[in-house]
């Protein structure tokens, strides 16, 4: 039953500059906050044994992805005080200097959105059913893994 | 019981496939691998876990009932 109200936190591609400043934007109604956060995850060319990665392709297990992100989200908001908070995640190809992660959380102290941040990001990182396969310029490829 | 078996990144590339149904008896996860790693031997030594209807598990873990198993290699969210 809860499963159906998930929301979905995957987007196609790239994370656009525009809908990062539109989601700021949108908060200006919300006078209760004094303070954002935000994370911006970016692809790197990483270079490895002479090899540079141009892209990192992402696939998920979907439905166990989001059901994760909403019991961080759940979390989150039992461990700070929060006015609200967003996260999207790139699925498919996102080319390297793009933005593949975008984690946005507010607050009415700057306090806390310093410590949710780090506290959201690092529980995805751990938790999330996500993969990334890394692209070469030569169309050679490996899997990430984080770290 | 049916199960269904999905596959992610590394190893959905190791089988060449995503998702198959298969028909098996009450097991144990590391029972179930094992089978799989006969029937796919690319997937021998691959660092994995395993999920049953979205659950991380043990292999301890027995699977009685109709669900779906996911094989989940390192994450790389972020």
């Known amino acids: 039953m809860e499963k159906k109200k998930l929301k979905n936190v995957f987007v196609q591609g790239a994370i656009s500059s525009e809908f990062i400043g539109t989601s700021i934007a949108k908060h200006q109604t919300k006078t209760s906050i004094g303070a954002h956060n935000i994370f911006l995850g970016q692809v790197r060319a990483d270079d490895i044994e002479g090899k540079i990665v141009t892209a990192i392709d992402y696939t998920a297990y ?12 759940e979390a989150t908001f039992e461990k700070f005080d929060l006015t609200c908070m967003h996260i999207y995640h790139s699925l498919g190809k996102v080319n390297i200097g793009e933005i593949c992660l975008f984690v946005f959380v507010s607050s009415p102290r700057r306090k806390v959105v310093f410590e949710a941040l780090e506290y ?6 751990a938790e ?12 050679t490829h490996q899997w990430k893994q984080n770290s | 019981m049916q199960l269904t078996i999905k596959y992610f990144g590394m190893l959905a590339e190791a089988t060449s496939i995503t998702e198959e149904q298969l028909q098996i008896d009450n097991c144990s996860v590391s029972e179930l691998v094992e089978k799989l790693i006969h029937q796919y031997p690319a997937l021998d030594k691959k660092d994995f876990k395993v999920a049953v ?3 991380l598990v043990n292999h301890n873990y027995i699977i009685n009932n109709k669900a779906e198993i996911a094989l989940l290699p390192p994450f790389a969210g972020g």
Do not use: S
């Not at chain 1, 979907?62 to 989200?73: C, D, L, S, V």
């Open chain 2, 53 to 55: 209807n979205q659950q």
């Open chain 1, 62 to 73: 979907e439905e166990m992805a989001n059901q994760k992100f909403h019991e961080i989200r």
């Open chain 1, 120 to 125: 959201v990001v690092e529980a995805i990182k």
């Open chain 1, 128 to 139: 999330v059913p996500v993969f990334g396969k890394e692209i070469f310029e030569d169309q």
